[in-house]
């Protein structure tokens, strides 16, 4: 039941294009809509960005486009309610619509079955039906902005009871990101499968690149943490939809009416399955990110990783441990000592193994070669700007600090430190690194360049203002940027020095899309191996062959990252290329 | 704009406070430290191994498991910032402070988007409350009208006396859906969830005057904020907190208790706001 390929003509490619089982044309298709994703996020908050920082004020240059009587931005103002939309909707879009499809559904789909040499993933049809669920849900989640009411308001976490008796929105966003979540399952079971089912002849665990350990162990914490998440996302339903109340504590008055339902529900109950999911998604952003920054960094040092063993152990006792952490989100719960004190414990415990992957990164480079290409550069800098936003964590996990900090802009900077500098910088140093596989063609080096200076600057420049005004307490998803406090009026400058630097992050996010367009057509052309790496995805060629990747099925005759080998002739040796 | 961080820390009007802020500067400046050190090695190795300086790699990792040894050494840092210098300030541990015969009571009821508060009056007990007697407009607490212990009870909206130096444990519940009781200046935050109540206990250090003056403007007050999104207005759902001296105080309650001729009243006709 292989899709036609003989197909000519414009239609017959379209048709190829959209049916296709190819895991290279499925991940193509993830990266080019989570890439979108990420820039409908990031416009949503440049709208709320200009908000908090200039309250109640006319958009620059788009505002004049809006009546007075539009019903979100009346006279090109966003009304509060519409601000708390493009607050949820920023957080689920860029959560799971944009990070976990590129760096899963996209650099998973893409690199693993490469990686392995073999010629797709274990199941093609279901990878097909997994992008077929993200896209329904993106354009669900993207089409409740068009109903009465608009789209959800409560947060990404959406908390009951307010997600449960808040506008129509919300039960669509459960249906959804339903669907996305189903769809994280089947791409799950699918790269598992895969890693475990497909590997090429001699390719044993311990010779996998990094990169597909990140993908295996992110894979496990997709299939044991997304189910809860999708009883959760039902049960709310049916608070909204049927009336239930597994959410919804007896006794609840809202705008002075009783509430008509039966009660006897808890609203904490909602948190643990919640973060029983999005503590461990945190690792599943993290790992692969991981995995891209250690690929990049043996190809850009021309020697081995520093520890691959201990990264691996260290990433597996990662996974494991971020199933257990999930209430450090709850410490102003009320949930008591006993558990506060348990959640701490594991939250410091799991520090431990980040700063063995970390160190065993920084490490690596050490006695390297050192080639400042534009994938390593944003490798590099994926070290420090994980590294702050890892340390700014410690704070957080105790619980004693995080009375002040939780639930403010500290809290916002410092996860915004963990993926957007961190975990987004490691997937574009992959998009850098793999295009030369996926096109043929290199990126251009000057515009490489040109995005990444102006962009870890303007990252830096929005989030350590975040940083330094939840200092001042001043609370995260506040409509007019903390004007109503005179603690937050205190702090209130800092809006603006944030949201300029969006503004200009916006601006040079150019360099990136004229450089992603251009080089597909006038980018240099390149061979196989273009950085003369050694895992088997550069054995294919550029662009891999349709359906079977490889001319021949290679087989692995060393470690995945063998460089610099005493006495070879070249400083890199290949996996496929049998000893001589 | 500053760019010391503990700089832009609220004015500290609380005991336990001054802890919290010790173990925030205490940890920044360990993770500070951190940061630096392995900045000044990240940037020595990338200048030593360039790749002009440095053509060819070597071909092998130096040896060493001292990386577990630095990981262990982070973890035992971390685990002393936890025990040796965080004991006895853990948020839960705020609210289990039992209350003493010094202490003062109040209940606190949030709801979409006030914060309503409620003393126990003369007899130091609350009376009775449940969600059927909720009126936003007469009784928004709840006080059942039969219970006798409710008739001396005091409700204000959206402002908090307190007495200086004296511990008060405030009992959290909310009506409606999730809301953070956050006070910045006595390093106070706690989530108020319906179906729940939840204690916090602390002590003010800080006079309202005393506040004043420091800040130099004659109306700054100390601020209740919502700290969890709760709804459209949530940005706005602010409250005050009024510190006044011992004797001030009880003028104050005496002042705001309850005569038999108020019962007839409208219960918002005299007050303050």
Known sequence: MKPSTGNSGALGKIAHFFFSTDHKVVAIQYVVSALIMLFVGFLFMLLMRWQLAYPFQSLPLIGGWFPEDHPTMPGGVITANFYNQLGAMHGTIMIFLAVVPLAVGGFGTYLVPLMLGATGLAFPRLSKLGYWCYLSGTLILLGSFFLPGGAANSGWTAYPPLSVIENAGQTTWLIGVAFVYFSSLVLSINILTTIVQLRCKGLGFMRLPFFVWSQLVTSVLLLLAFPPLVAAAVMQL???????????????????????????????????????????????????????????????????????????????????????????????????????????????????????????????????SIRFSVPMLYALAFLPMFGIGGLTGLPLAMSATNIMLHDTYYVIGH?????????????????????????????????????????????????????LQGF?????????????YAHGMEAFGLNSGATWAAFGLLLVQAFFIVNFFYSLKWGEKVDRNPWKATSLEWAAPSPPLPEVNFETPPAAYRDAMTYSEPGAEKDYSPQWEPSS | MSFYPFSYFPTLASEHGATIDQLTVAIFSFITIVFIGWLVFFAYTLFRFRSGKSPKAQARNPRGRWVYGLAAGILVAELFIHYGLGAGVGASQLSAISPTADTLQVRVVAQQFAWNIHYPGADGIFGRTAPEFYNDQSNPVGIDPDDELGKDDIVTFKQLYLPV????????????????????????????IPGMEIPVTFVPTMTTEAFRKLKGSETRDFEIACAQLCGVTHYSMKGTVRVLEKGAFNAWLIEKAPTESDDDDDFWADDDF
């Open chain 1, 238 to 368: 049916l608070d909204r939809v049927l009336g239930s109340s597994f959410f919804l504590p007896s006794g609840l008055v809202v705008s002075g009416e009783a509430l008509d339902v039966s009660g006897g529900g808890s609203a904490l109950l909602w948190q643990h399955l919640f973060w029983f999911l999005a503590h461990p998604e945190v690792y599943v952003l993290l790992l692969p990110a991981f995995g891209v920054v250690a690929e990049v960094i043996a190809a850009n040092t021309r020697k081995p990783l520093f520890g691959y063993k201990g990264m691996v152990y260290s990433s597996i006792f990662l996974g494991i441990m971020s199933m257990l952490v999930w209430a450090h989100h709850m410490f102003l719960t009320g949930m008591g000592i006993t558990l506060s004190e348990f959640f701490q414990i594991t939250t410091i415990i799991i520090s431990l193994p980040a700063v063995i992957v970390a160190t065993s990164l920084v490490v690596s480079l050490w006695g390297g």
């Open chain 1, 415 to 467: 996860f915004h430190y963990v993926v957007a500098p961190g975990i987004l910088f490691a997937l574009f140093a992959g998009i850098y690194h793999w295009y030369p596989k996926v096109t043929g063609r290199k990126m251009n080096d000057r515009l490489g360049r040109w995005h990444f200076w102006p962009t870890l600057i303007c990252m830096n420049g929005i989030f350590s203002h975040q940083i």
């Open chain 1, 472 to 484: 001042a307490g001043v609370s995260r998803r506040l409509y007019d940027g903390g004007e109503s």
């Open chain 2, 165 to 192: 130096n004296k511990p008060v444990r405030i009992e959290l519940t909310s009506k409606d859906v999730i809301h953070s009781f956050f006070l910045p200046e006595f390093r106070i935050k706690q989530d108020v």
